[in-house]
């Protein structure tokens, strides 16, 4: 899909030169995926410790 953007030129420079990235695509889609894994990350943590998985390993493992 193609978009038309105003982002400053400096700024696309020293994401591709700090990253990288070769192409202005390549830079857009690596930060778009990199600001997804961090929004996903940070909704995993904010549920650490609210999910009881009740677990038993050792039956889980077949130790018995």
Excluded: C, F, Y
Excluded at 8 to 25: F, N, Q
Excluded at 31 to 49: E, M, W
């Amino acid at each position: 899909m193609r978009t038309t953007l105003d982002i400053p030129e400096k700024l696309i420079e020293e994401a591709m030169r700090e990253t990288g990235a070769k192409t202005k695509s390549q830079l857009i889609k690596d930060a778009l995926q990199a600001q997804i894994d961090l929004a996903k990350r940070k909704r995993l943590l904010a549920s650490k410790g609210k999910i009881d998985l009740d677990i038993d390993l050792d039956t889980l493992r077949n130790r018995k």
